[in-house]
């Protein structure tokens, strides 16, 4: 039987977005009164890839909820060390669980969990392609801080190429009314043509710049990432880009009064230390939000109806060109394209080609 799952944020209505954060937002206020509406329910979380805040508040909040834990932090100590493939290793949790989080480092693997599992299944983290759980929390942060999801200049800095936090933050926020992107980046790293298309789908207007100074003056919301040293190809090319971006408290000078800074972290060094004081650093606050984020979307999950396919079945003999994407590496996979245009779009990891 197939489950409501939580592989894109943009499978789900905005409205249903407002529900969850509402959600989040009441539990903060009255916490013990959701003391128990996971009682009997187990989350297993599957992290194919290092994690501290994504897996541990996912955890604590199965465990506010009144639930139990199960899962693992390190395949090698599974049975992935033998040379299970993935969608195995779904099948049998999700036989042992009501709800599934997986975090992997190739592209699409969260839906090709899906496609598996006997459970609902929510995606922290598919390699360089989507976070939306950690989107979920930026959206709590920002209604509960900002007051607003509407009418926000929104810049984003580092490593906007591979930052999948980036990616499903920039989809999520174009939804919403009057919003507008100042994308900070370096011209290598810069944002994937999938996700231009994507505001320009949506009329969100965008530009693309070089100088953090320069932008900070007119932005409602600063987003800092980190460079995603294990995505590069070569070292050498990481350490070209890394220290680019570095926030320090001079080039706050400007700053908007009601600036909000907000970084998913783990921070390396692009936001000095100093800055934490500023009562505009919002980056640890937004962590905690990401506890309440996450009991609200555990409880809508499992209260949810099913839906239907995951793919679409089409152009099933195309290989998809990404390297990263799961279908190259668990070749058992059906392969499945939607046509937008004259390019073919993998259903798994969004990447492209023509037709
Ligand atoms: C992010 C991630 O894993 O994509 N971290 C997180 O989940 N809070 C960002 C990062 O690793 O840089």
Redesign the pocket.
């Known amino acids: 039987m197939p489950f409501e799952h939580l592989i894109d944020l943009n499978d789900f209505s905005v409205k249903q977005w407002n529900d969850i954060i509402s959600l989040a937002l009441d539990i903060k206020k009255d916490e013990k009164k959701y003391s128990k509406v996971c009682e009997n329910k187990i989350m297993a979380t599957l992290f194919y890839?290092p994690?501290t805040?994504?897996q541990m508040s996912f955890q604590t909040a199965m465990i506010k909820l009144g639930g139990q834990i199960i899962g693992f932090d390190n395949p090698q100590n599974s049975s992935v060390a033998k040379g299970e493939n993935l969608t195995d290793t779904i099948k049998i949790v999700s036989g042992y669980a009501d709800i599934l989080v997986m975090?992997h480092m190739l592209e699409g693997s969260a839906k090709a969990a899906a496609m598996y599992a006997d459970c609902p299944v929510i995606n922290?983290?598919d390699g360089g392609h989507l976070?939306p759980t950690?989107t979920l929390t930026d959206l709590v942060t920002l209604q509960s801080e900002k007051g607003r999801l509407t009418d926000l200049k929104i810049g984003l800095c580092g490593d906007l190429k591979n930052?999948?936090?980036v990616h499903s933050l920039i989809k999520a926020l174009s939804m919403y009314k009057n919003n507008s992107f100042v994308l900070i980046s370096t011209k290598e790293l810069c944002v994937p043509q999938y996700i231009k298309d994507w505001m320009d789908k949506y009329n969100c207007p965008y530009k693309e710049v070089f100088s953090l100074s320069e932008a900070m003056a007119e932005l409602d919301v600063l987003y800092m990432?980190?460079i995603?040293r294990e995505r590069f190809e070569s070292p050498e090319e990481y350490e070209r880009q890394k220290n680019v971006y570095v926030l320090d408290t001079k080039k706050l000078f400007n700053a908007k009064k009601d600036l909000i800074i907000l970084h998913?972290?783990?921070r390396v060094d692009e936001i000095e230390l100093s800055v934490d004081k500023d009562p505009r650093a919002m980056y640890f606050k937004q962590?905690v939000y990401g506890v309440y984020a996450r009991m609200a979307l555990i409880m809508t999950l499992l209260e949810m109806k099913p839906k239907g396919s995951l793919i679409s079945h089409n152009h099933s003999s195309t290989i998809c060109k990404n390297p990263k994407c799961i279908t190259n590496h668990e070749v058992y996979l059906e392969k499945s394209y939607k046509q937008s245009g004259d390019l073919i779009v993998c259903d798994y990891c969004d990447d492209r080609q023509l037709l």
């Open positions: 890839e994690s805040r994504t975090r922290a983290g976070h950690q930052g999948r936090t990432t980190r995603q998913p972290l783990p962590a």
